[in-house]
Protein backbone atom coordinates (compact mmCIF):
# COMPACT_ATOMS: atom_id res chain seq x y z
CA UNK A 1 0.00 0.00 0.00
CA UNK A 2 1.36 3.58 -1.16
CA UNK A 3 -0.50 6.85 -0.52
CA UNK A 4 2.62 9.01 -1.39
CA UNK A 5 2.71 11.64 -3.64
CA UNK A 6 3.13 9.85 -7.29
CA UNK A 7 4.53 11.63 -10.50
CA UNK A 8 4.40 10.38 -13.96
CA UNK A 9 3.88 11.17 -17.52
CA UNK A 10 2.99 14.61 -17.87
CA UNK A 11 0.09 13.49 -20.26
CA UNK A 12 -1.31 11.55 -16.84
CA UNK A 13 -1.18 15.46 -15.06
CA UNK A 14 -4.58 16.32 -13.48
CA UNK A 15 -5.19 20.30 -12.72
CA UNK A 16 -7.16 20.69 -9.59
CA UNK A 17 -9.71 23.49 -9.84
CA UNK A 18 -11.16 24.35 -6.26
CA UNK A 19 -14.59 25.97 -6.60
CA UNK A 20 -15.52 26.14 -3.16
CA UNK A 21 -15.05 29.99 -2.78
CA UNK A 22 -17.56 30.07 -6.09
CA UNK A 23 -20.23 27.01 -6.39
CA UNK A 24 -19.68 25.12 -2.87
CA UNK A 25 -20.51 28.99 -1.33
CA UNK A 26 -23.87 28.72 -3.53
CA UNK A 27 -24.66 25.99 -1.15
CA UNK A 28 -27.82 27.11 0.55
CA UNK A 29 -26.65 28.67 4.34
CA UNK A 30 -22.80 28.41 2.89
CA UNK A 31 -22.20 31.78 2.19
CA UNK A 32 -18.49 33.19 3.90
CA UNK A 33 -17.37 36.89 5.26
CA UNK A 34 -14.57 38.41 3.54
CA UNK A 35 -11.79 37.34 6.25
CA UNK A 36 -13.44 33.83 5.53
CA UNK A 37 -12.83 33.62 1.73
CA UNK A 38 -9.30 35.16 2.30
CA UNK A 39 -8.20 32.64 4.68
CA UNK A 40 -9.80 29.38 2.67
CA UNK A 41 -7.96 31.02 -0.33
CA UNK A 42 -4.71 31.02 0.93
CA UNK A 43 -4.87 27.74 2.01
CA UNK A 44 -6.14 26.38 -1.18
CA UNK A 45 -2.89 27.99 -2.42
CA UNK A 46 -0.81 26.48 0.04
CA UNK A 47 -2.01 22.86 -0.49
CA UNK A 48 -1.00 23.18 -4.24
CA UNK A 49 -4.49 23.97 -5.51
CA UNK A 50 -3.47 24.69 -9.51
CA UNK A 51 -6.52 26.97 -10.02
CA UNK A 52 -9.03 29.06 -7.19
CA UNK A 53 -12.62 29.78 -8.73
CA UNK A 54 -12.21 32.90 -6.28
CA UNK A 55 -15.81 34.06 -7.33
CA UNK A 56 -18.55 35.36 -9.59
CA UNK A 57 -17.51 39.35 -9.52
CA UNK A 58 -20.98 40.82 -11.28
CA UNK A 59 -23.09 38.71 -8.17
CA UNK A 60 -22.17 42.05 -5.37
CA UNK A 61 -19.49 44.16 -4.69
CA UNK A 62 -18.50 41.90 -1.74
CA UNK A 63 -17.99 39.11 -4.18
CA UNK A 64 -15.71 41.73 -6.87
CA UNK A 65 -13.89 42.51 -3.68
CA UNK A 66 -13.03 39.42 -2.08
CA UNK A 67 -12.35 37.86 -5.84
CA UNK A 68 -10.03 41.18 -6.65
CA UNK A 69 -8.18 40.18 -3.08
CA UNK A 70 -7.77 37.07 -3.53
CA UNK A 71 -5.74 37.84 -7.06
CA UNK A 72 -3.59 39.87 -5.36
CA UNK A 73 -2.58 37.66 -2.61
CA UNK A 74 -2.31 34.62 -4.74
CA UNK A 75 1.35 33.41 -4.54
CA UNK A 76 0.77 30.06 -7.13
CA UNK A 77 -2.45 28.87 -8.38
CA UNK A 78 -4.42 30.45 -11.05
CA UNK A 79 -7.04 32.72 -9.80
CA UNK A 80 -10.15 32.50 -12.12
CA UNK A 81 -13.49 34.52 -11.93
CA UNK A 82 -17.07 33.05 -13.26
CA UNK A 83 -19.11 35.07 -15.95
CA UNK A 84 -22.10 34.85 -17.92
CA UNK A 85 -21.94 35.34 -21.91
CA UNK A 86 -22.56 39.11 -21.54
CA UNK A 87 -19.92 42.10 -21.87
CA UNK A 88 -20.78 43.37 -18.42
CA UNK A 89 -20.26 40.25 -16.80
CA UNK A 90 -16.98 39.37 -18.72
CA UNK A 91 -15.84 43.05 -18.36
CA UNK A 92 -16.10 43.43 -14.65
CA UNK A 93 -14.76 39.53 -14.38
CA UNK A 94 -11.56 40.97 -16.09
CA UNK A 95 -11.39 43.97 -14.03
CA UNK A 96 -11.77 41.53 -10.77
CA UNK A 97 -9.08 38.98 -11.75
CA UNK A 98 -6.47 41.37 -13.58
CA UNK A 99 -3.50 41.65 -10.85
CA UNK A 100 -3.46 37.79 -10.32
CA UNK A 101 -0.19 36.52 -11.64
CA UNK A 102 -1.87 34.09 -13.53
CA UNK A 103 -5.71 35.92 -14.23
CA UNK A 104 -8.55 33.25 -15.67
CA UNK A 105 -11.56 34.46 -16.91
CA UNK A 106 -14.47 31.18 -17.14
CA UNK A 107 -17.44 31.92 -18.85
CA UNK A 108 -20.53 29.67 -19.51
CA UNK A 109 -23.52 29.30 -21.68
CA UNK A 110 -26.19 26.48 -21.79
CA UNK A 111 -25.97 24.24 -24.30
CA UNK A 112 -29.05 21.99 -23.72
CA UNK A 113 -32.46 21.99 -25.24
CA UNK A 114 -34.48 22.73 -22.16
CA UNK A 115 -31.86 25.43 -21.16
CA UNK A 116 -32.03 26.60 -24.15
CA UNK A 117 -35.86 27.11 -24.46
CA UNK A 118 -36.86 27.86 -21.24
CA UNK A 119 -33.91 29.47 -19.70
CA UNK A 120 -32.25 31.58 -22.25
CA UNK A 121 -35.30 31.43 -24.41
CA UNK A 122 -33.01 31.55 -27.31
CA UNK A 123 -32.57 29.26 -30.55
CA UNK A 124 -29.27 27.41 -31.02
CA UNK A 125 -27.91 29.42 -33.72
CA UNK A 126 -28.34 32.58 -31.31
CA UNK A 127 -26.48 30.84 -28.40
CA UNK A 128 -24.01 29.43 -30.79
CA UNK A 129 -23.05 33.14 -31.71
CA UNK A 130 -23.01 34.12 -28.00
CA UNK A 131 -20.42 31.23 -27.85
CA UNK A 132 -17.94 33.11 -30.55
CA UNK A 133 -18.98 36.38 -28.95
CA UNK A 134 -18.36 36.21 -24.81
CA UNK A 135 -14.86 33.72 -25.88
CA UNK A 136 -13.11 36.52 -28.07
CA UNK A 137 -14.75 39.26 -25.48
CA UNK A 138 -12.78 37.22 -22.49
CA UNK A 139 -9.84 36.53 -24.47
CA UNK A 140 -9.16 40.19 -25.51
CA UNK A 141 -8.70 40.79 -21.23
CA UNK A 142 -6.60 37.62 -20.43
CA UNK A 143 -4.84 34.78 -22.58
CA UNK A 144 -6.48 32.34 -20.26
CA UNK A 145 -10.03 31.78 -21.01
CA UNK A 146 -12.20 28.86 -19.74
CA UNK A 147 -15.61 28.11 -21.58
CA UNK A 148 -18.10 26.59 -20.15
CA UNK A 149 -21.25 24.84 -21.96
CA UNK A 150 -23.52 24.46 -19.14
CA UNK A 151 -25.64 21.22 -18.82
CA UNK A 152 -23.28 19.75 -20.96
CA UNK A 153 -24.38 16.07 -20.46
CA UNK A 154 -27.79 17.06 -21.45
CA UNK A 155 -26.98 18.74 -24.89
CA UNK A 156 -27.32 17.04 -28.71
CA UNK A 157 -23.39 16.20 -29.42
CA UNK A 158 -23.81 17.75 -32.63
CA UNK A 159 -24.71 21.15 -30.96
CA UNK A 160 -22.20 20.45 -28.54
CA UNK A 161 -19.28 19.61 -30.81
CA UNK A 162 -20.27 22.80 -33.20
CA UNK A 163 -20.13 25.46 -29.88
CA UNK A 164 -16.87 23.14 -28.46
CA UNK A 165 -14.65 23.84 -32.38
CA UNK A 166 -15.88 27.52 -31.64
CA UNK A 167 -14.89 28.34 -28.27
CA UNK A 168 -11.59 27.07 -28.84
CA UNK A 169 -11.09 28.85 -32.30
CA UNK A 170 -12.21 32.16 -30.79
CA UNK A 171 -9.79 31.57 -27.95
CA UNK A 172 -10.46 29.11 -24.76
CA UNK A 173 -7.82 27.54 -23.68
CA UNK A 174 -9.59 25.12 -21.27
CA UNK A 175 -13.36 23.60 -22.46
CA UNK A 176 -15.09 22.33 -19.48
CA UNK A 177 -18.58 19.98 -20.30
CA UNK A 178 -20.70 19.88 -16.75
CA UNK A 179 -22.37 17.62 -15.45
CA UNK A 180 -24.36 20.81 -14.10
CA UNK A 181 -27.39 18.95 -12.83
CA UNK A 182 -25.77 15.63 -11.72
CA UNK A 183 -27.65 13.36 -14.18
CA UNK A 184 -25.18 11.46 -16.21
CA UNK A 185 -23.27 7.94 -15.35
CA UNK A 186 -19.51 7.36 -15.27
CA UNK A 187 -19.57 5.23 -18.26
CA UNK A 188 -21.86 7.95 -20.15
CA UNK A 189 -19.51 10.37 -19.40
CA UNK A 190 -16.50 9.12 -20.29
CA UNK A 191 -17.81 7.95 -23.45
CA UNK A 192 -18.92 12.06 -24.44
CA UNK A 193 -15.54 12.98 -23.80
CA UNK A 194 -13.82 10.70 -25.96
CA UNK A 195 -16.45 11.43 -28.69
CA UNK A 196 -16.00 15.14 -28.72
CA UNK A 197 -12.29 14.82 -28.35
CA UNK A 198 -12.86 12.88 -31.59
CA UNK A 199 -15.06 14.56 -33.50
CA UNK A 200 -14.00 18.25 -32.92
CA UNK A 201 -10.81 19.16 -35.37
CA UNK A 202 -9.16 21.47 -33.29
CA UNK A 203 -9.64 20.19 -30.01
CA UNK A 204 -5.98 18.98 -29.29
CA UNK A 205 -5.36 23.29 -28.45
CA UNK A 206 -7.74 22.94 -25.27
CA UNK A 207 -7.33 21.34 -21.61
CA UNK A 208 -10.60 19.42 -21.13
CA UNK A 209 -12.22 19.93 -17.69
CA UNK A 210 -14.77 18.08 -15.70
CA UNK A 211 -17.32 20.04 -13.47
CA UNK A 212 -19.93 16.88 -11.84
CA UNK A 213 -22.36 17.27 -9.34
CA UNK A 214 -23.91 14.65 -7.03
CA UNK A 215 -27.84 14.56 -7.29
CA UNK A 216 -27.03 10.76 -7.73
CA UNK A 217 -24.32 10.20 -6.03
CA UNK A 218 -21.91 9.59 -8.73
CA UNK A 219 -19.48 13.22 -9.01
CA UNK A 220 -16.54 11.68 -8.02
CA UNK A 221 -16.91 8.74 -9.79
CA UNK A 222 -17.94 10.66 -12.61
CA UNK A 223 -15.08 12.84 -12.48
CA UNK A 224 -12.65 10.54 -12.31
CA UNK A 225 -14.53 8.58 -15.80
CA UNK A 226 -14.23 11.70 -17.29
CA UNK A 227 -10.65 11.71 -17.00
CA UNK A 228 -10.42 8.81 -18.12
CA UNK A 229 -12.13 9.63 -21.20
CA UNK A 230 -9.28 12.57 -22.07
CA UNK A 231 -9.87 15.10 -19.60
CA UNK A 232 -7.02 16.66 -17.81
CA UNK A 233 -8.81 18.90 -15.46
CA UNK A 234 -11.12 18.25 -12.66
CA UNK A 235 -13.08 21.29 -10.72
CA UNK A 236 -14.44 20.06 -7.44
CA UNK A 237 -14.78 21.49 -3.83
CA UNK A 238 -13.83 20.75 -0.09
CA UNK A 239 -16.31 18.77 1.29
CA UNK A 240 -17.77 18.48 -1.68
CA UNK A 241 -19.89 21.51 -0.88
CA UNK A 242 -22.03 22.95 -3.57
CA UNK A 243 -25.78 23.91 -4.71
CA UNK A 244 -28.43 20.69 -4.02
CA UNK A 245 -26.47 17.90 -3.48
CA UNK A 246 -22.96 19.41 -3.79
CA UNK A 247 -20.08 19.07 -6.14
CA UNK A 248 -17.10 16.06 -6.58
CA UNK A 249 -15.20 16.67 -3.36
CA UNK A 250 -11.56 17.24 -3.88
CA UNK A 251 -10.18 15.07 -0.97
CA UNK A 252 -12.24 11.86 -2.25
CA UNK A 253 -10.40 12.85 -5.63
CA UNK A 254 -7.01 13.26 -4.56
CA UNK A 255 -6.62 9.89 -2.23
CA UNK A 256 -8.93 7.82 -4.74
CA UNK A 257 -5.73 9.16 -7.48
CA UNK A 258 -3.17 8.25 -4.36
CA UNK A 259 -4.98 4.75 -3.15
CA UNK A 260 -5.68 3.52 -6.77
CA UNK A 261 -2.95 4.55 -8.80
CA UNK A 262 -2.74 1.04 -9.97
CA UNK A 263 -5.89 2.02 -12.20
CA UNK A 264 -6.02 5.15 -12.16
CA UNK A 265 -2.44 6.26 -13.40
CA UNK A 266 -3.06 10.07 -13.05
CA UNK A 267 -1.26 12.63 -10.81
CA UNK A 268 -1.79 16.13 -9.38
CA UNK A 269 0.05 18.45 -7.08
CA UNK A 270 -2.00 18.63 -3.83
CA UNK A 271 -0.07 18.19 -0.71
CA UNK A 272 -2.60 15.54 0.78
CA UNK A 273 -1.61 16.35 4.84
CA UNK A 274 -3.51 19.57 4.25
CA UNK A 275 -6.46 17.80 3.51
CA UNK A 276 -8.14 17.60 7.05
CA UNK A 277 -7.16 20.98 7.83
CA UNK A 278 -9.09 22.31 4.74
CA UNK A 279 -12.03 20.53 5.44
CA UNK A 280 -11.99 21.65 9.57
CA UNK A 281 -11.89 25.21 7.98
CA UNK A 282 -14.41 25.08 5.36
CA UNK A 283 -17.03 23.37 7.80
CA UNK A 284 -15.75 26.22 10.75
CA UNK A 285 -16.61 28.80 7.85
CA UNK A 286 -19.85 28.00 6.30
CA UNK A 287 -20.83 26.45 9.24
CA UNK A 288 -21.65 23.17 7.73
CA UNK A 289 -20.36 19.84 10.02
CA UNK A 290 -19.00 16.70 7.70
CA UNK A 291 -21.02 13.99 8.06
CA UNK A 292 -19.31 10.98 10.85
CA UNK A 293 -19.24 8.77 8.01
CA UNK A 294 -17.79 11.08 4.96
CA UNK A 295 -14.61 9.67 2.94
CA UNK A 296 -11.31 10.96 4.19
CA UNK A 297 -12.18 13.77 6.15
CA UNK A 298 -15.19 12.19 8.59
CA UNK A 299 -14.87 11.86 11.97
CA UNK A 300 -15.10 7.79 11.70
CA UNK A 301 -12.59 7.43 8.28
CA UNK A 302 -10.45 6.48 10.46
CA UNK A 303 -12.27 5.16 13.14
CA UNK A 304 -12.50 1.07 14.53
CA UNK A 305 -15.08 0.30 17.29
CA UNK A 306 -15.55 -3.57 15.93
CA UNK A 307 -14.34 -5.91 18.25
CA UNK A 308 -12.82 -8.04 15.30
CA UNK A 309 -11.76 -4.69 13.12
CA UNK A 310 -10.03 -3.52 15.96
CA UNK A 311 -7.97 -6.98 16.45
CA UNK A 312 -7.21 -7.10 13.11
CA UNK A 313 -6.18 -3.25 13.01
CA UNK A 314 -3.49 -4.64 16.31
CA UNK A 315 -2.08 -7.19 14.30
CA UNK A 316 -1.77 -5.20 10.87
CA UNK A 317 -3.09 -1.72 9.95
CA UNK A 318 -3.88 -3.02 6.41
CA UNK A 319 -6.42 -5.13 7.33
CA UNK A 320 -8.92 -2.28 7.77
CA UNK A 321 -7.46 0.70 6.57
CA UNK A 322 -6.46 1.53 2.26
CA UNK A 323 -5.05 4.74 3.24
CA UNK A 324 -2.63 6.10 6.15
CA UNK A 325 -4.40 9.07 8.80
CA UNK A 326 -1.17 10.65 8.22
CA UNK A 327 -1.23 11.19 4.79
CA UNK A 328 -4.65 13.22 4.92
CA UNK A 329 -3.67 14.81 7.98
CA UNK A 330 -4.77 13.07 10.45
CA UNK A 331 -2.30 11.94 13.65
CA UNK A 332 -2.71 8.17 14.24
CA UNK A 333 -1.69 9.00 18.00
CA UNK A 334 -3.67 10.87 20.06
CA UNK A 335 -2.46 13.22 23.45
CA UNK A 336 -5.48 12.33 26.31
CA UNK A 337 -6.58 15.65 27.00
CA UNK A 338 -8.14 16.56 30.52
CA UNK A 339 -8.03 19.18 33.51
CA UNK A 340 -4.93 18.39 34.13
CA UNK A 341 -3.24 19.09 30.30
CA UNK A 342 -0.86 22.53 30.32
CA UNK A 343 -1.06 25.09 27.51
CA UNK A 344 1.71 23.56 25.44
CA UNK A 345 -0.42 20.41 25.09
CA UNK A 346 -3.49 21.76 24.39
CA UNK A 347 -1.42 23.82 21.32
CA UNK A 348 0.05 20.96 20.09
CA UNK A 349 -3.44 19.13 20.02
CA UNK A 350 -4.84 21.68 18.07
CA UNK A 351 -2.14 21.69 15.04
CA UNK A 352 -2.47 18.12 14.77
CA UNK A 353 -6.26 18.99 14.51
CA UNK A 354 -5.46 21.62 12.01
CA UNK A 355 -6.00 24.71 13.84
CA UNK A 356 -3.08 27.54 14.41
CA UNK A 357 -4.22 30.16 16.71
CA UNK A 358 -2.76 33.97 17.67
CA UNK A 359 -1.73 33.78 20.91
CA UNK A 360 -5.17 35.88 22.36
CA UNK A 361 -7.22 33.05 20.51
CA UNK A 362 -5.62 30.19 21.79
CA UNK A 363 -5.87 31.91 25.56
CA UNK A 364 -9.30 32.35 25.22
CA UNK A 365 -9.79 28.43 23.54
CA UNK A 366 -7.46 27.19 26.55
CA UNK A 367 -9.31 28.73 29.19
CA UNK A 368 -12.96 27.21 28.02
CA UNK A 369 -11.15 23.99 27.30
CA UNK A 370 -9.58 24.02 31.04
CA UNK A 371 -13.52 24.86 32.08
CA UNK A 372 -15.19 22.06 29.71
CA UNK A 373 -12.51 19.66 31.68
CA UNK A 374 -13.84 20.49 34.78
CA UNK A 375 -17.37 19.91 33.86
CA UNK A 376 -16.70 16.28 31.98
CA UNK A 377 -14.62 13.02 32.78
CA UNK A 378 -13.29 12.77 29.15
CA UNK A 379 -12.52 15.73 26.93
CA UNK A 380 -12.55 14.27 22.92
CA UNK A 381 -11.37 15.79 19.93
CA UNK A 382 -14.44 16.84 18.71
CA UNK A 383 -15.07 18.06 22.01
CA UNK A 384 -12.34 20.40 21.35
CA UNK A 385 -13.23 21.03 17.68
CA UNK A 386 -16.44 22.37 18.29
CA UNK A 387 -15.27 23.76 20.97
CA UNK A 388 -12.58 25.95 18.65
CA UNK A 389 -15.03 26.28 16.08
CA UNK A 390 -17.67 28.12 18.49
CA UNK A 391 -14.65 30.39 19.32
CA UNK A 392 -13.39 31.58 15.78
CA UNK A 393 -17.63 31.86 14.79
CA UNK A 394 -17.74 34.23 17.55
CA UNK A 395 -14.32 36.20 17.02
CA UNK A 396 -15.96 39.35 15.78
CA UNK A 397 -19.65 38.82 16.51
CA UNK A 398 -20.99 42.30 17.68
CA UNK A 399 -23.34 40.40 19.72
CA UNK A 400 -22.51 37.71 22.76
CA UNK A 401 -24.01 36.22 25.42
CA UNK A 402 -22.86 37.63 28.80
CA UNK A 403 -25.07 35.20 31.00
CA UNK A 404 -27.84 32.55 30.89
CA UNK A 405 -30.42 31.76 33.52
CA UNK A 406 -33.21 29.79 32.53
CA UNK A 407 -36.08 27.98 34.89
CA UNK A 408 -37.80 25.19 33.40
CA UNK A 409 -39.39 22.18 34.49
CA UNK A 410 -43.15 20.81 34.53
CA UNK A 411 -44.61 23.96 36.36
CA UNK A 412 -44.91 26.73 33.96
CA UNK A 413 -44.68 29.05 32.61
CA UNK A 414 -40.37 28.43 31.55
CA UNK A 415 -38.60 31.78 31.68
CA UNK A 416 -35.60 32.82 30.82
CA UNK A 417 -33.11 35.11 32.15
CA UNK A 418 -30.62 36.75 29.05
CA UNK A 419 -27.54 39.56 29.78
CA UNK A 420 -26.22 39.95 26.07
CA UNK A 421 -23.04 42.16 25.19
CA UNK A 422 -24.06 44.21 21.72
CA UNK A 423 -21.27 46.08 20.74
CA UNK A 424 -19.75 46.69 23.56
CA UNK A 425 -23.28 47.56 25.90
CA UNK A 426 -24.63 44.86 28.52
CA UNK A 427 -28.47 44.57 27.81
CA UNK A 428 -30.88 42.11 30.54
CA UNK A 429 -34.06 41.18 29.77
CA UNK A 430 -36.73 38.36 30.67
CA UNK A 431 -39.25 36.53 28.59
CA UNK A 432 -41.61 33.17 28.97
CA UNK A 433 -42.10 30.47 26.13
CA UNK A 434 -43.07 27.31 25.38
CA UNK A 435 -40.53 25.12 27.06
CA UNK A 436 -37.03 26.83 27.80
CA UNK A 437 -35.60 27.02 24.26
CA UNK A 438 -38.99 28.87 22.75
CA UNK A 439 -38.24 31.20 26.09
CA UNK A 440 -34.68 31.81 25.19
CA UNK A 441 -35.44 32.61 21.50
CA UNK A 442 -37.98 35.36 22.44
CA UNK A 443 -35.75 37.01 25.46
CA UNK A 444 -33.02 36.81 22.11
CA UNK A 445 -35.63 38.57 20.37
CA UNK A 446 -36.53 41.52 22.97
CA UNK A 447 -33.07 42.21 22.83
CA UNK A 448 -32.16 41.98 19.18
CA UNK A 449 -35.39 42.40 16.91
CA UNK A 450 -35.65 40.78 13.95
CA UNK A 451 -38.00 39.64 10.95
CA UNK A 452 -36.15 36.20 10.40
CA UNK A 453 -38.00 33.01 10.56
CA UNK A 454 -36.71 29.85 12.12
CA UNK A 455 -36.37 27.06 9.34
CA UNK A 456 -34.04 24.48 11.92
CA UNK A 457 -33.46 23.83 15.19
CA UNK A 458 -31.36 20.67 15.28
CA UNK A 459 -29.53 19.11 18.58
CA UNK A 460 -26.66 16.49 18.72
CA UNK A 461 -23.89 15.53 21.18
CA UNK A 462 -20.68 15.93 19.90
CA UNK A 463 -19.43 12.83 21.78
CA UNK A 464 -21.15 9.84 24.19
CA UNK A 465 -22.29 10.49 27.43
CA UNK A 466 -24.55 12.23 29.78
CA UNK A 467 -22.19 14.80 29.76
CA UNK A 468 -21.54 15.15 26.07
CA UNK A 469 -21.10 18.86 24.59
CA UNK A 470 -24.44 19.84 22.81
CA UNK A 471 -24.05 20.99 19.56
CA UNK A 472 -26.75 23.07 18.47
CA UNK A 473 -27.69 24.12 14.22
CA UNK A 474 -30.10 27.28 13.64
CA UNK A 475 -31.22 28.04 10.41
CA UNK A 476 -32.58 31.77 10.22
CA UNK A 477 -34.19 32.96 6.58
CA UNK A 478 -34.56 36.58 6.20
CA UNK A 479 -36.04 38.50 3.22
CA UNK A 480 -34.56 35.50 0.63
CA UNK A 481 -31.49 35.17 3.22
CA UNK A 482 -30.98 32.06 4.23
CA UNK A 483 -28.17 31.70 7.06
CA UNK A 484 -26.87 28.48 9.39
CA UNK A 485 -24.86 28.82 12.47
CA UNK A 486 -24.31 26.37 15.22
CA UNK A 487 -23.52 26.52 18.95
CA UNK A 488 -21.35 24.42 21.25
CA UNK A 489 -21.84 24.17 25.17
CA UNK A 490 -21.64 21.26 27.87
CA UNK A 491 -25.04 23.00 28.36
CA UNK A 492 -27.62 22.15 25.79
CA UNK A 493 -29.85 25.24 26.59
CA UNK A 494 -26.53 27.76 26.69
CA UNK A 495 -25.28 25.91 23.00
CA UNK A 496 -29.13 26.96 21.39
CA UNK A 497 -28.86 30.37 22.43
CA UNK A 498 -25.46 30.66 21.12
CA UNK A 499 -26.10 29.01 17.68
CA UNK A 500 -29.26 31.73 17.67
CA UNK A 501 -27.10 34.46 18.21
CA UNK A 502 -24.67 33.38 15.53
CA UNK A 503 -26.75 33.10 13.29
CA UNK A 504 -28.19 36.55 13.75
CA UNK A 505 -25.03 37.88 13.45
CA UNK A 506 -24.34 36.15 10.23
CA UNK A 507 -27.92 37.79 9.21
CA UNK A 508 -26.32 41.26 9.88
CA UNK A 509 -23.26 40.76 7.83
CA UNK A 510 -25.85 39.90 5.12
CA UNK A 511 -27.67 43.22 5.79
CA UNK A 512 -24.54 45.29 5.96
CA UNK A 513 -22.99 43.81 2.80
CA UNK A 514 -26.02 45.26 1.05
CA UNK A 515 -26.77 48.38 3.24
CA UNK A 516 -23.95 49.36 5.33
CA UNK A 517 -25.99 51.56 6.94
CA UNK A 518 -27.79 48.21 8.11
CA UNK A 519 -27.30 46.83 11.89
CA UNK A 520 -29.12 45.41 14.66
CA UNK A 521 -32.77 46.07 14.96
Known amino acids: MTTQPIKGDDRNRVVIFDTTLRDGEQCPGASMTFEEKIEV ?53 AEAVKHAHRPRIHTFLSTSPVHMKWKLQKEPHEVFEMVVAQVTRARNHVDNVEWSAEDGTRTEIDFLCRCVEAAIKAGATTINIPDTVGYTTPSEYAQLFRTVRERVPNSDKAVFSVHCHDDLGMAVANSLAGVDGGARQIECTINGIGERAGNAALEEIVMAMRVRNDVLPYWNEINAQMLTRASKLVSAVTSFPVQYNKAIVGRNAFAHESGIHQDGMLKHTQTYEIMLPEDVGVSKTSLVMGKHSGRHAFREKLKELGYELGDNALNDAFNRFKALADKKKHVYDEDIVALVDDEIAQANDRVKIVSLTVIAGTQGPQQATLVLDIDGTHKTTQATGNGPVDAIFNAIKSLVPHQARLQLYQVHAVTEGTDAQA ?32 ALNKLAQKRQSVNPQTAYG
Open 41 to 93: AELLDAMGVDIIEAGFPIASEGDFHAVSEIAKRSQNAVVAGLSRASIKDIDRC
Open 471 to 502: EVSVRLEENGHTVTARGADSDTLVASAKAYIN
